[in-house]
């Protein structure tokens, strides 16, 4: 994701999340229902994916800024599997008010046993940088990717996908 050859890629499985009833095709419907499901703090359903945690030591979450926290689809993903002792890095696309507050909403809902990587804010601000920022951060992570390693389930690490990521 993020690149292609010559620039800097990582393998990874790519997930993406699918409400099982769709959102309202109107805007106006639209913003009003997820508004009320921010200040809920709503889970929805989400179409069935063939997602298997145990494969994964590395999860990267990827949200849109949805009234100031997680999209109501990520927030769902992330209350329905266990990612103890997982690394875990959170990429976040806003409209301008930023992701400091969609970040605490993930370290909130993740368990105390899983490692929290850090987040990239995406907002593309037309000067061209957006690309860079992104590879360098994914170049970092990579050269990170044995930090926790002893501290994990070398199960999880036996596997040959190691990175999965979801939007
Ligand atoms: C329902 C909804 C709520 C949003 N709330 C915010 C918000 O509180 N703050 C913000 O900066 N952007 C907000 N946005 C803008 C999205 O974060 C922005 O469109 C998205 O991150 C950019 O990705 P896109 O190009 O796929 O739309 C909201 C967008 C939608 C659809």
Redesign the pocket.
């Known amino acids: 994701m993020c690149g292609s050859p010559p620039f800097f890629f990582i393998e990874s499985d790519l997930f993406s999340l699918t409400p099982l009833l769709p959102y309202p095709k109107s805007?106006g419907r639209?913003?009003k229902e997820?508004?009320k499901e921010?200040e809920e703090k709503k889970v929805i359903d989400l179409a069935p994916m063939d997602f298997k945690p145990d494969q994964y030591a590395r999860v990267l979450l990827g949200t849109?800024?949805?009234?100031?926290?997680l999209?109501t689809p990520v927030r769902s993903f992330i209350r329905q599997y266990d990612f103890g002792s997982k690394e875990i890095a959170l990429f976040?696309?806003?409209?301008?008010?930023?992701?400091k507050s969609v970040e605490e909403e993930t370290i909130s809902l993740l368990p105390l046993t899983s490692h929290f990587l850090g987040t990239l804010s995406?907002?593309d601000d037309g000067e061209g940088r957006l690309e860079k920022r992104c590879q360098e951060w994914l170049e970092k992570l990579e050269k990170e990717k044995d930090k926790y390693k002893k501290n994990t389930d070398n199960r999880i690490y036996g596997g040959s996908n190691i990175n999965a990521a979801a939007l």
């Open positions: 805007y639209l913003l997820t508004r921010a849109p800024n949805w009234w100031g926290g999209s976040a696309t806003h409209g301008g008010s930023g992701i995406i907002f």
